[in-house]
């Protein structure tokens, strides 16, 4: 036996504590039943081994133990890895367990032990499920637990090809445009009744609340049975169904368990993840004020992401259209009733020392989110004893799919479907709906949709899917080039006429450049400027002609874009994303500022220095990079606005609280 294994049982003798709370203090012991995690504030708050087999479990918990150990003595910020990657560990190790039929995992550096294990899981899942067991064994192996290393070519043959589940879905385009204007007329239909539908809801559950006590009181109980709870729901929807409200606000209805809000949750959303391409845990994290339309043309929402992060909170931003700002008004305001009672219930709980103050302030963080559990359980404890108050989004078979989005497929549908989906060809039918909705595809939808219509390109899609790799932002994209390709060849007059439109921006963009601007700044746009100078200096009066930058255009010899940050980028093979990479790093040397845009630049820095100052008078020390960063952005600005003789005021406000 090795001696991190001799360690090991040493120190699980005293069934040591595995979690603590923010303060330090012991949580939960490697032999409970269930990790409390809560103090971490991650998605996942815990992980339960209840289900699984007795003559496993002690084993599976203690691996997983000495996995976390190890991580955190060789992590520079000393923590272990996410919750979900335990998770992840977790089901690793009961699958090999169950399979195997024996838990010590030590035996895996044996290598007949080996051949028998492998053997047991052959077609045991999908691509997925086998690179999570060779990385689980992987990780034992690095840390010293077991002398066995799993590489690709070996869990290879442990895939069931017949359980390859493939990449999300994407939507055909008819389809797609069906269920974004589905989404868009319910948020807009229902936008103005939503204070109505939460005084509504709270009328209903203190009304409710109200019965019960009385029956409470009249049964001499402290709680009802199933057969009593259904009498009362019964003797109280003969008097709700009367209520006027019912009639107030279209198709609506009351439901304790939160059936009809459920339905609003959904459907903002199905339209606030087709609008950001947000993963399911970050829209989660949005509510009414993460929309902002203030500093920018094109509207951002924000929220929380802690994908590849080990899960700690990141607070970021997507590009979105102004609809979203209505849902989540919607979603957030519908259910305030809702909020307001599981609140009241938080702090009753937690002052009566029913919750420990960290799965408190996690619940509380939860009710922050507009999309909260609609569903309100007559018995407070079953409220406080959920893993999560927000809305559970995908639950039953894990679909969104909905019969509200009445989604009737055509021929069409179904051949650019399995064109889009080829390793689903064949699961939608004509006539029939999608063959699953989950919030990934949403995701992919959003990318196939923005590449296939030249809406944005893979660098687009890695700063809105917020990808590390432009791999995994192509693999999204992926077919949805062909099905361009397939439409242009079945509509060659729509997609010349979207060309020529194309073709006429860019041109438009050059004239002003060579024959329009008098001045141009930007690396690209001196040596622009210094061209036309010696030509205009030889008598010329137009340095370049329409007809000749159309011609250069179509053959290739120039591209440009518009940047977000201002003026063009003439590199048409350009992998860098501009954003405040030009005060970072080397300004780029492709870039072109024209008057027009040096004056849009001049706008800009007026509303950043508003921003600025506004942030600047809270004092707050954690709001330093912000700051710093927004000045030197300024500051940078002044620098083309020089170049450009347009008037400024220097900017030289500090930063009022620094550190020091």
Not at 258 to 275: A, S
Not at 323 to 332: M, Q, S
Not at 481 to 509: C, G, H, P, Y
Request: include cysteine; aromatic fraction near 8%; glycine fraction near 4%.
């Amino acid at each position: 036996m090795s001696e991190k294994l001799i360690q090991l049982r040493q120190k699980l003798a005293e069934n040591p504590y595995v979690t603590f709370d923010s303060d330090g203090n012991g949580v939960s012991r490697v032999f409970d039943g269930v990790w409390d995690f809560h103090a971490l504030n991650q998605n996942r708050k815990t992980i339960s081994f209840g289900y699984i087999d007795e003559k496993y479990r002690h084993d599976i918990q203690s691996y997983i133990f000495a996995l976390m150990q190890w991580q955190k003595e060789n992590s520079n910020s000393g923590s272990h890895v996410a919750v979900s990657s335990l998770i992840k560990s977790r089901n690793s190790l009961n699958t090999i367990a169950t399979r195997w039929v024996k838990s010590d995992f030590s035996l895996l550096s044996s290598d007949r032990e080996w051949k028998e294990c492998t053997k047991k899981l052959h077609e045991i899942g999908a691509n997925t499920t086998c690179r999570n067991l060779a990385s689980t064994i992987n990780a034992l192996n690095k840390a010293g637990l077991v002398t066995r290393c799993v590489n690709k070519r070996e869990y290879v043959k442990w895939i069931d090809t017949d359980a390859a589940k493939g990449q999300a879905i994407a939507f055909p385009e008819a389809i797609h445009v069906s269920i974004l204007k589905t989404v868009v007329k319910f948020v807009e239909d229902y936008h103005p009744y939503r204070h109505q539908i939460s005084a509504a809801m709270e009328k209903f559950y203190t009304y409710h609340d109200d019965l019960l006590d009385v029956e409470l009181k009249a049964l001499g109980a402290s709680v009802l049975s199933k057969k009593q709870t259904h009498k009362l729901i019964v003797r109280g929807t003969r008097i709700t169904s009367k209520w006027p409200e019912l009639k107030a606000i279209p198709n609506f209805s009351f439901h304790r368990r939160g059936e009809w809000l459920g339905k609003v949750l959904r459907m903002c959303f199905i339209c606030v993840g087709l609008f950001t391409a947000a993963r399911k845990e970050e829209l989660l994290s949005m509510n009414k004020d993460s929309y902002d339309d203030s500093l920018a043309a094109v509207p951002t929402v924000s929220g929380f992401s802690t994908k590849r992060n080990k899960g700690e909170r990141i607070y970021t931003t997507w590009n979105t259209a102004p609809i979203v700002k209505l849902a989540l008004e919607l979603a957030f305001d519908a259910t305030q009733a809702a909020r307001k009672y599981s609140l009241e219930r938080l702090d009753d709980s937690y002052q009566n020392g029913l919750l420990t103050k960290d799965k408190y302030n996690a619940m509380r963080q939860d009710l922050e989110s507009a999309f909260i559990s609609s569903d309100i359980p007559y018995d407070g404890k079953a409220l406080i004893n959920r893993v999560s108050l927000k809305y559970t989004i995908d639950g039953a078979g894990r679909s969104l799919n909905t019969k509200w989005l009445n989604i009737k497929a055509t021929a069409e549908d179904v051949d650019e479907f399995d064109l889009l989906n080829p390793d689903r060809a064949g699961s939608l039918k004509v006539g029939g709906g999608l063959p699953k909705l989950s919030p990934h595809d949403l995701r992919r939808s959003f990318v196939v949709f923005m590449v296939k219509n030249r809406l944005g390109n893979a660098l687009t899609v890695k700063y809105q899917l917020k990808h590390r790799n432009i791999n995994m932002s192509n693999w999204y994209a992926n077919y949805s080039e062909l099905a361009r390709t397939n439409q242009l060849l079945m509509d060659t007059q729509l997609m010349s006429e979207f060309d020529e439109a194309i073709e006429s921006s860019a041109v438009d963009a050059w004239d002003e450049i060579y024959n329009i601007s008098d001045t141009l700044s930007g690396a690209e746009g001196e040596r622009i400027a210094q061209n036309k100078a010696e030509r205009l200096a030889q008598g010329e009066e137009v340095v370049m002609f329409r007809s000749e930058l159309l011609a250069l255009v179509r053959s290739g010899e120039k591209s440009i874009v518009l940047l977000p940050t201002g003026g063009y980028c003439t590199n048409r093979n350009c992998d860098r994303l501009c954003s405040l990479m030009d005060i970072v790093e080397a300004p780029c040397k492709h870039k072109v500022v024209t008057d027009k845009a040096a004056k849009r630049l001049s706008r800009e820095r007026d509303n950043l220095i508003a921003s600025f100052r506004a942030i600047n008078d809270m004092g707050d020390y954690a709001n330093e990079l912000i700051l710093d960063a927004r000045k030197k952005k300024i500051q940078s600005i002044e620098l083309t606005l020089a170049k450009h003789c347009i008037p400024f005021d220097n900017f030289n406000d500090d930063i009022k609280a620094a550190w020091s």
